[in-house]
């Protein structure tokens, strides 16, 4: 059974920073891309970052550039993003994913439950 499980969710304030990481197992996901996206109320769920599972290559939203960081550890089935300079307009459920080949649409097959960022201003 596949599972995507996150954590390191939470409440911080605007300039702070924040730590997320994503458990897969299931299956040999240390091949796979993996990635973050997220959804805020009333919005569409949107790409953040992704990996592959080699660390090299990389993909970033516009939104995040300079601010996140995206990685993994060696061949893990494991992803965390760093967060920084967080801003109240990143508050948004965030979501794991994992696809062997998600191509340049982001379209992922595996998903977590999420875990809520919450930026106060």
């Known amino acids: 059974q596949v599972q995507l499980v996150e954590s390191g969710g939470g409440l911080v304030q605007a300039g702070g920073s924040l730590r997320l990481s994503c458990v897969a197992s299931g299956r040999a996901f240390s091949t796979y891309f993996m990635g973050w996206f997220r959804q805020a109320p009333g919005k569409e769920r949107e790409f953040v970052a992704h990996i592959d599972g080699y660390g090299q290559t990389i993909a970033y939203a516009d939104s995040v550039k300079g601010r996140f960081t995206i990685s993994r550890e060696g061949a893990k089935n494991t992803v965390d993003l760093q967060m920084n300079s967080l801003i109240p307009e990143d508050t948004a459920v965030y979501y794991c994913?994992?696809?062997?080949?998600?191509?340049?649409?982001?379209?992922?097959?595996?998903w977590g439950q999420g875990t809520q960022v919450t930026v106060s201003s």
């Open positions: 994913a994992a696809d062997e080949a998600p191509g340049s649409d982001y379209v992922y097959d595996y």
